[in-house]
């Protein structure tokens, strides 16, 4: 079942339109038969339930009904009696008095609620919307929210006391649930509900019009700064020095923001995140960094990428803490490292949070344990702590009881069996390997120079290693994956947490395809609860929840690719930070296993693949922008890992096909070939299965073989593929792709558009070369674009060549600045 959480009521003002004519109706009615009886309210209640109407009251009558009778019952009723009412109609009566005293309120005027439709649990009233407290599982809790609660058709059971009290009757008058109204909720008209506002400064608008607009969409304008929310000033307020209400903001640390915070509330219908729009946050003790996913993301693209890697794998001392500078390392004993990291993802509490915990020993025998918890770039909000402990002993089981309270787990069992139940609403491990995460361990900017010219490969090669051994490439995939975050080492991970990774895909996909062919009972509890789930286990500065099988396959089947890649690369990198002149480019190259050589531009075999290019290739479309194509370089490969050249010549059907893949797997690929898709979806690149996925279109390549969106190179790979003795064409997605992986023969899926036939070809050892201009086929409904081949035994596809190739924009008019008018700095 899918929830719509949008409202079904008219605007107020469509209802006092509509209560007007109706009443004027009604009168006319009346004047000319008096005599007749007007219409039963539960006719009117019927016929008009959407329009929130309850014995002709308007709205605005509703509401201020409603009002008063929460003081009359405030003044009449005591807490426990409340209490009492709640229990009665098996509601919630737990929690503290502020939060009984409107739950029963909002229970006894409006009626009783039913349990959450989507995971039964208890609904309340948060001030804006009715949200669910319950959970989906240990992994998720409910994120369902409404303004239209579904609601219990019986009348409201009372206490005997009741029956005593001075407001009996004004009870009993709103115990029937038969025209009962509904809750007028209108929390997105209203950005500043609850917020005190104070104005400081010229601003572009009065300060009297700001505070019409202010209260009209629910805030309150004070001349104060204690116990205000923010304090609204404009943008050049720092400049001349702030006023005493900025100064005094600073001291207690209330919010200090500009103008357009106002003017973007109002325009998206709800309140701005603050921080975004701070102005002097700098001058406040120790700043206030703002939460990566609370900034506009070219932002946050800019803080990933010269972020310092602040914990690198499971020896490394966690740079915040400072004990690394006093010679600090993670404490070991018994074959167990005492460093954990751990992270939790829940969508309907609001909580996105990672937690960090290490025992370090210093110089001395002195030990320490470093905790910090919080969200990805609010250092400066994040609980932290360096303690110096008495001896190891102590150190050890305060270590082991914050995990314990944390996960609601033993930290031992975990360490050394991996033995781990999630708990509900509690952290789980992101289980850290020992090693040098590539994004501290590679080549920084300033050594890639002197390692390319102290190599003894050939120049184009030790270029190509440097980009691959460079740490650029792989900040730029996690930042765009959006699993950046400097304290988390993403990027040396185990291989029991990769694999678990990949079970709880597996699962899920497997689930999904049950519910789309069986019952389809709230699917999106079912969304929910993976997304919550998955960014657990793979932290992400921005969780959503997946909506379908493209999500699933570009922010997870894909992410989960790109993880296991760039792990891979982790490990054959190592450590790199040191001196390059010992050559670590060519011992990078001695252990991938891979001969990799330059092909000459004026050789066939150069032609050849330009040619291929050039027919096979049309602008790729990212965003308004589109982007052409031009070769850089050529190399030729053979993989040590996989089938030699002179085996694979042997087999039938080959095929010069190309292969997308980022940058950042490039490393994995050459070092251990390629491996199939990791998991099954109705969609392009996983719609055969468990396959490597190749295609005749260097076009459908391009899409994946980039660096970075705006990054202009990238690599497009050529590999030999043996279809085999038999080969299926498809024109739609297969229904069950069981038999296709059992059989592992070369599937063909037709795109809407092909290459022309009649200018394919055949290269040396019986390959084919499938290049042609690019040209509408027949199979307009394909949902593939171009045509795509699927092999299943990795042993029939071995990696031929890469393509460098450099994107370049076009139709993009640049406009010229004449020097003269250049702004001087």
């Not at 201020?64 to 003044?75: G, P, V």
Request: hydrophobic share 35%; charged share 30%.
């Amino acid at each position: 079942m899918k929830v719509d959480t949008r409202s079904q009521n008219h605007p107020p003002g469509d209802e006092e339109k509509i209560m007007t004519r109706k009443q004027k109706a009604e009168k006319q009615e009346h004047e000319q038969s008096p005599n007749k009886k007007p219409k039963s309210e539960d006719h009117n209640n019927n016929n008009n339930n959407n329009g929130n109407k309850s014995n002709n009251k308007s709205l605005t009558d509703i509401v201020a009904e409603f009002d008063k009778f929460c003081k009359t019952t405030s003044q009449h009723l005591s807490i426990k009696q409340m209490r009492e009412i709640l229990e009665a109609n098996n509601a919630d009566s737990s929690g503290s008095d502020d939060a009984v005293v409107p739950r029963c309120q909002d229970m006894m005027f409006y009626g009783v609620l039913k349990e959450c439709p989507i995971c039964g649990g208890t609904l309340h009233h948060d001030g804006h919307n009715y949200i669910c407290e319950g959970s989906y599982s240990e992994w998720s809790t409910c994120t369902y929210s409404t303004n239209d609660p579904p609601r219990i058709e019986e009348p409201i059971k009372y206490p005997d006391f009741v029956q005593d009290s001075p407001i009996s009757d004004l009870l009993m008058e709103h115990r029937d649930p038969k025209g009962k109204p509904k809750r007028d909720i209108q929390s997105k008209d209203k950005p500043f509900a609850g917020m005190i506002i104070s104005l400081s400064g010229r601003l572009s608008r009065t300060h009297q019009y700001w505070k019409t607009k202010i209260e009209k969409h629910g805030g309150k304008v004070a001349n104060y700064v204690i116990g205000v929310t923010c304090v609204v000033v404009s943008s050049s307020e720092r400049d001349r020095g702030g006023s005493s209400k900025v100064a005094e903001a600073l001291e207690r640390s209330i919010a200090v923001v500009r103008e357009a915070w106002l003017n973007d509330s109002i325009e998206k219908d709800e309140p701005q995140p603050l921080d975004a729009y701070d102005v002097v946050s700098d001058l406040a003790v120790d700043g206030k960094q703002i939460q990566w996913d609370m900034q506009d993301r070219s932002q946050e693209a800019l803080e990933s990428l010269n972020a310092e890697i602040k914990m690198y794998g499971k020896r490394g001392v966690h740079k915040d803490s400072r004990l690394d500078k006093d010679g600090g390392v993670i404490f070991e004993k018994d074959g167990i490292i005492y460093n954990c990291a751990l992270s939790v993802s829940d969508r309907g509490r609001k909580i996105n949070e990672i937690c960090v915990m290490q025992l370090i020993m210093v110089p001395e025998d002195r030990i320490h344990l470093y905790y910090k918890r919080g969200k990805v770039g609010a250092d400066s909000r994040a609980e932290e702590r360096v303690e110096e402990k008495k001896n190891v002993d102590e150190a050890i089981k305060e270590f082991a009881e914050i995990f314990e309270e944390l996960t609601g787990n033993e930290f031992e069992p975990w360490e050394r069996e991996k033995k781990i139940q999630k708990q509900p609403r509690k952290f789980y491990p992101i289980d850290i390997d020992d090693g040098y995460d590539v994004r501290y361990g590679g080549l920084g900017l300033r050594q890639l120079g002197a390692a390319a010219a102290h190599c003894k490969l050939d120049p184009f090669v030790a270029n190509f290693m440097k980009v691959l051994c460079g740490q650029e490439i792989y900040r730029y995939a996690l930042m765009e994956m959006g699993i950046d975050a400097p304290d988390l080492p993403v990027a040396m991970l185990t291989d029991f947490h990769i694999k678990t990774c990949e079970e709880t895909l597996l699962e899920f996909v497997e689930k999904l395809f049950k519910t789309i062919e069986g019952e389809e009972d709230k699917p999106s509890a079912v969304w929910s609860d993976f997304s919550q789930r998955w960014f657990t286990l793979l932290h992400s500065t921005r969780p959503f929840i997946f909506r379908d099988h493209q999500d699933l396959a570009d922010h997870g089947a894909s992410v989960l690719e790109t993880v296991r890649d760039i792990n891979v690369a982790s490990r054959i990198i190592e450590d790199m930070s040191g001196s390059t002149i010992d050559d670590p480019l060519f011992d990078r190259y001695k252990k991938l296993g891979c001969s990799i050589s330059t092909l000459e531009k004026e050789s066939d075999d150069y032609n050849m693949i330009l040619k291929y290019v050039e027919k096979t290739y049309e602008p790729v479309k990212v965003g308004e922008i589109s982007y052409g194509i031009s070769v850089e370089n050529v190399f030729q490969v053979e993989v040590g890992a996989g089938p030699s050249y002179d085996e694979i010549k042997k087999l039938p059907n080959k095929v010069l096909l190309w292969c997308g893949t980022r940058s950042s797997n490039l490393l994995r690929h050459l070092h251990k070939g390629f491996l199939p898709a990791v998991c099954t979806l109705p969609v392009s690149g996983y719609m055969f299965g468990r396959a490597i996925v190749c295609s005749d279109a260097a076009a459908e390549a391009a899409r994946y073989g980039y660096t970075a969106v705006d990054r202009p190179e990238g690599f497009l790979v050529l590999a030999v593929a043996s279809l085999g003795k038999e080969i299926t064409e498809i024109t739609s997605v297969p229904e069950d792709t069981e038999p296709l992986e059992e059989k592992k023969a070369g599937v063909k899926g037709l795109g809407r558009k092909k290459t022309n036939e009649k200018e394919h070809f055949v290269w040396k050892d019986d390959i084919m070369v499938p290049c042609g201009s690019l040209v509408e086929s027949e199979h307009k409904d394909s949902p593939l674009e171009y045509n795509e081949y699927a092999v299943y035994d990795p042993k029939q596809v071995m990696i031929r060549f890469l393509v460098g190739v450099k994107f370049e924009e076009q139709d993009v008019v640049y406009e010229e600045v004449d020097p003269a008018d250049a702004p001087v700095e």
